[in-house]
């Protein structure tokens, strides 16, 4: 259908304003994400009325400010449905006590006192309690005076609930959780539902929201049979979010629980159901190759610093065979830590290069992106291919964009902002997606759209166990790289306790001094109050104190700008020895003088992700090492894990591994590397569940879809894309 638009009349536009401007407030009040990309229709459409309550702005619940709101954003999600998704780890009992006498320090407690007393400071205020026999300071810093005097006065009883612990002899509180009338007490006695990455508004007031949320949410047309939903016991997807949120005992919390069987089901039938809309359209071949002669790949080869490997060869002849066959090419290549996989990309990429198609290269963040352009810019030159990169952070994107669509620019890499909709090529053959478990399959789509029938090439620096693979990806056609570069020395990995930072930080003077650089993980940004693990906030004092002007910082929540700049100078920079970081250097980073890898917290790390980590050393010829902090004692489940790390750098043999020692629930992060990152899907718990999906997506086929199955593709939609 073609839509052509004409200068409307006064009068036209007086008759339609009213219309027009109804439209625009309603789309406004249900936000801009009322718009969702619907991979049964392949189109961005507008979300079922019925989910209002599952996408509305946070700042419509009772309590929730603006700062509170961002933070909240910030480490969760933007709307109730990401922190209905957000699911509790553990159950934390409160105990009713009569008596501080009886309150242990480091215990969550509950008890009735008298307001003896209250002390101000500037920046903080005491205020005194006591039980009739002892007393105890309830602590606040940076208050508001106001609401603390509304909420204490001298010689009435509350109730209180928090933290308690000791200070110079002194019980105390900081900052109880709750504060309240002593009839309130059977709400604060019992056991409650903890969640990771709450700390910035607290664990209480988190809850409280989550409960709010679910007096609002609606019951939903069932999309799963009632002969599945009866036969495997499973409630209601309302339902079973409710029994998550509201866990009784600690087995309420288990994957393998009913309500979380229910809503890990939903999130594979939902993959599943994307990933079948990915091969929906057409599979026969209509594009072929010829061969040129010399061909590009030849003078590409002849340019490398090194011979190829045995394998990288082997991967190449399957993959030319792939695109000379009579359907188009979906392949997924797992390459190991230094496998070389991008070169086996860039050299596959050739082939529609030099038949004048053109190819988009397709990075998850900014830094990796940047990174693939720098290595490949080189050879392009001398090739005669005409290469750009396209990120967030490019200045002429829209002369990048013009010369696309006219062919000018024959292979172009980038970050998301290759997916919009003001991209447009002249003739795509080939789409290569980095590290492609960091892309939800909707944005995958997104790109296949641009051209009738590309061939896709998936890359995944993280091996994931062949069976998995098959299991997740059985579409494609899956290639493994495992050997090695000949020049590259194992990487030594060395377990060390805490206690011998001293030693460790003299053998790292040792290092720099021989002009070397170091990598020093921490698993968060800021110091949190639940998980006692090290972060770069804390970490960052004592390494400035023995290696003055030596540190660079990168860490999630820094603009991409400033991650490029400290990432260069640790690069560049000789003076530049250690880069602090969190786990946003885990993949794809490139800095060849780079010896030593230090990783604070070790054993709260999956397998997968320490061998990913590992890998950004040992990317030379010169002696590389890993060091494995941990903090004692360690459970068993820890031990094996380091002890994995330490005898064996296979990476296939560590994702099995990974696969096998997964579901401890101690790791901070809690699916493997290099497969989708589910929210509620357990893969070490949910793997057979993926054969129950693929049998639903069977029997209502992506482009018949009922009503209710355009509901769950709704409720799990990926709504925005953005450049790390």
Known sequence: MQVSFCKPSKNQIVFFAPYVAALIKKFFMNGLHALYYD?????????????????????????????????????????????????????????????????????????????????KTPQRTTIWASDGHETMALVYFNTNAQWLKRLYTVGHKKLISGKIDVFHGQKQIIHPDFVGAPSQKNKWVGSVPLYRSVQAVGQARYRALIQEILKCIPSLPEWIPKDVLTQHHWPSFTQALKQVHSPKILEDLS?????????????????????????ISSNKRQRFYQNASPSLRQQAEELLPYQLTQGQRDVLQNLDASLQSDEVMRALLMGDVGSGKTIVAFLTALKALENKGQVALLAPTTL??????????????????????????????????NSLKSGYISFIIGTHTLIQETVSFNDLALIIIDEQHRFGVEQRQVLTKLSP???????????????????????????????????????????????KLEPLYQWIHKIIATGFKVYWVCPLIEKSEELDVISIEERLPTLKKYFPNKIHVVHGQLKSGDKEKAMQAFREDPEASILLSTTVIEVGVDVPDAAVMVIENAGRFGLSQLHQLRGRVGRSHHQSYCVLLYTPPLSQTTQQRLKVMKTSEDGFHIAEEDLKIRGSGDLLGTEQSGVPRFRLASLSHHLGLISLAKEGVAKEPVNNAGAATHILTSLFRKSTFTDA
Request: aromatic fraction near 8%; charge should be neutral; charged fraction near 20%.
């Open 255 to 279: 994957p393998d629980s009913p309500a979380r069987m229910r809503l890990g089901f939903d999130e594979l039938y939902h993959y599943q159901l994307c990933l079948t809309q990915t091969y």
């Open 368 to 401: 990796l992106a940047q990174q693939h352009y720098e290595t490949l810019l080189p050879y392009c030159q001398k090739l005669g291919i005409a290469v750009d990169l396209l990120t967030s952070n490019t200045k002429n994107k829209t002369q990048i964009k």
């Open 39 to 119: 991979p049964m229709t392949v189109t961005y459409t507008m979300r079922p009325e019925i989910l209002h309550p599952f996408f509305k702005s946070l700042s419509s619940f009772l309590g929730i400010g603006p700062q509170r709101q961002k933070k909240i954003e910030q480490t969760i999600g933007v709307h109730p449905i990401d922190l209905l998704f957000h699911l509790p780890y553990a159950l934390e009992t409160r105990y009713e006590h009569s008596h501080l006498s009886t309150c242990i320090s480091g215990t969550r407690v509950t008890i009735i006192v008298e307001i003896v007393d209250i002390q």
């Open 453 to 499: 029938s590309p061939d896709l090439l998936y890359l995944s620096a993280t091996p994931i166990p062949r069976t998995l693979a098959m299991t997740l990806y059985g579409q494609m056609d899956i290639y493994a790289l495992s050997e090695k570069p000949k020049n590259r020395q194992p990487i030594e990995t060395l377990v060390m306790p805490t206690t």
